[in-house]
């Protein structure tokens, strides 16, 4: 992977847990983005669907991104081109902690 591979700009939110000590509600609050230069593959073509009237699409998208520890985890929410991706899985690229692959998943409904 080349540094000019990374020519798309993603963004990255970490999640902060906090719970209420009197009701047990887990609350989640996303950090502010980090901008990030990245390679980004359509690994498929969006599948789409009617339910009760509405659209319904998915579409998974590979990203790598220069590794960094916190990164290395399914918790954090990736935006791409004004959409946010769940992570579904990561793996280092040759095991060298230079690299992270995200696999992130995008379910969405469009009214």
């Known amino acids: 992977?080349?540094?000019?591979d990374l020519d798309r700009?993603?963004?990255?939110?970490?999640?902060?847990?906090?719970?209420?000590?009197?009701?047990k509600y887990e609350d989640v609050a996303w950090s502010?983005?980090?901008?990030?230069?990245?390679?980004v593959a359509e690994m498929n073509a969006s599948k789409e669907a009617v339910i009760n009237g509405g659209l319904i699409y998915d579409s998974v998208?590979?990203?790598i991104i220069r590794y960094k520890e916190i990164y290395n985890n399914t918790a954090i929410r990736l935006k791409y081109k004004g959409l946010c991706y769940d992570v579904v899985s990561n793996r280092e690229v040759y095991g060298r902690?230079?690299?992270?692959t995200l696999k992130?998943?995008?379910?969405?409904k469009e009214l």
Do not use: R
């Open 1 to 4: 992977i080349k540094p000019g």
């Open 61 to 63: 998208i590979s990203v």
């Open 32 to 39: 502010d983005d980090i901008e990030l230069y990245a390679s």
């Open 97 to 100: 902690k230079q690299w992270l």
């Open 104 to 108: 992130c998943k995008y379910g969405g």
């Open 9 to 23: 700009k993603v963004y990255i939110s970490i999640p902060t847990i906090t719970y209420d000590t009197e009701t």
